[in-house]
């Protein structure tokens, strides 16, 4: 048996319940564009290509590649040998694409950071995470969990937890529980790029600063009575502020 490399996250899926569970919780067609993050030794990848006619894999271990590209069909399955967080996404995600994954944890957030850009091109997003980043992603305002993941995730997508994932269906077992999520792109929801921009410089700024009222946090920046006119309590904190708020503000400044 292959020994698995924990600085890559490699928690396999072993327990066929919990695949198909994820394999029908959505309805594929055999013209669908699969993309799948971390394929692993194909869990996922082999019920998805009894159904569908073409997936892209992105996997970073070399060793695995040998053995993904012996397992499946060339025509089908195309076998990326690289770091999601280094690729060039721009070459891989083709419109309406469906993307799925069961994530190294460690670098999960930053996948979703990365994958954010490319809503417009992507129909919809299956991930496994750690549980506590699932519950941050889909966290309502007002919550101790709801900052910055929570926003830029929901200011790009519809997000939804699907259900919760134990540890014992992985080998090896990892040491935190998982959850499953899907998000769904939205409507761009921004004026143009600037707008974007300011949007994101915004939401990383005020939650730097969590403890901080967002007057003192964007003191010079947009004047109390703006705020008040923006119907936005100039002393409230910032986990306390809906992403059109957010979307409000940086419209504005
Ligand atoms: N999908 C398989 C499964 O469910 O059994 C494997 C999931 S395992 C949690 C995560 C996979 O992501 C591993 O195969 C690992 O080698 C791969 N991986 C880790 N870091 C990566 C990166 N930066 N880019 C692409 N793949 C990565």
């Given at each position: 048996?292959?020994?698995?490399?924990?600085?890559l996250g490699?928690?396999?899926?072993?327990?066929?319940n919990?695949?198909?569970?994820?394999?029908n919780?959505?309805?594929?067609?055999?013209?669908?564009?699969?993309l799948?993050?971390?394929?692993?030794?194909?869990?996922?990848t082999?019920?998805?290509?009894?159904?569908?006619?073409?997936?892209?894999?992105?996997?970073k271990?070399?060793?695995?590649?040998?053995?993904?590209?012996?397992?499946?069909?060339?025509?089908?399955v195309?076998?990326?040998n690289?770091?999601?967080l280094k690729?060039?996404l721009?070459?891989?995600?083709?419109?309406?694409?469906?993307?799925?994954?069961?994530?190294?944890?460690?670098?999960s957030?930053?996948?979703?950071?990365?994958?954010?850009p490319?809503?417009?091109?992507?129909?919809?997003?299956?991930?496994?995470?750690?549980?506590?980043?699932?519950?941050?992603?889909?966290?309502?305002?007002?919550?101790?969990i709801?900052g910055?993941?929570?926003?830029?995730?929901?200011?790009y997508?519809?997000?939804?937890?699907l259900?919760?994932?134990?540890?014992?269906?992985f080998?090896?077992?990892?040491?935190?529980?998982?959850?499953?999520?899907?998000?769904?792109?939205?409507?761009?929801?921004?004026?143009?790029?600037l707008?974007?921009?300011?949007?994101?410089?915004?939401?990383?700024?005020?939650?730097?600063?969590?403890r901080k009222?967002?007057?003192t946090?964007?003191?010079?920046?947009?004047?109390?009575?703006?705020?008040?006119?923006?119907?936005?309590?100039?002393?409230?904190?910032?986990?306390?502020?809906?992403?059109?708020?957010?979307?409000?503000?940086?419209?504005?400044?």
């Open positions: 048996m292959r020994k698995h490399k924990k600085r490699q928690n396999f899926l072993h327990d066929k919990v695949i198909n569970k994820i394999i919780s959505f309805e594929l067609n055999k013209d669908d564009l699969f799948e993050i971390g394929p692993g030794e194909g869990a996922l082999t019920p998805l290509i009894e159904k569908i006619k073409n997936i892209t894999l992105i996997e271990d070399k060793d695995l590649v040998p053995y993904l590209e012996n397992q499946y069909n060339s025509n089908q195309k076998v990326i690289q770091d999601i690729c060039d721009s070459n891989i995600i083709k419109s309406n694409m469906r993307i799925i994954g069961n994530l190294p944890y460690n670098i957030t930053e996948i979703i950071f990365k994958l954010l490319y809503s417009k091109n992507i129909k919809d997003i299956h991930f496994m995470l750690q549980k506590e980043v699932v519950d941050r992603i889909v966290a309502n305002p007002g919550t101790k709801y910055r993941l929570s926003i830029m995730t929901q200011v997508f519809m997000v939804k937890k259900f919760d994932i134990s540890p014992n269906v080998i090896p077992k990892p040491k935190v529980e998982s959850g499953y999520i899907r998000l769904i792109p939205r409507n761009y929801a921004f004026k143009d790029i707008h974007e921009k300011k949007f994101k410089d915004l939401v990383t700024m005020v939650f730097t600063a969590r009222m967002i007057k946090s964007l003191r010079g920046i947009i004047h109390d009575d703006l705020l008040n006119k923006l119907s936005i309590n100039p002393s409230a904190r910032p986990e306390t502020l809906t992403v059109q708020n957010y979307l409000d503000i940086s419209k504005n400044v």
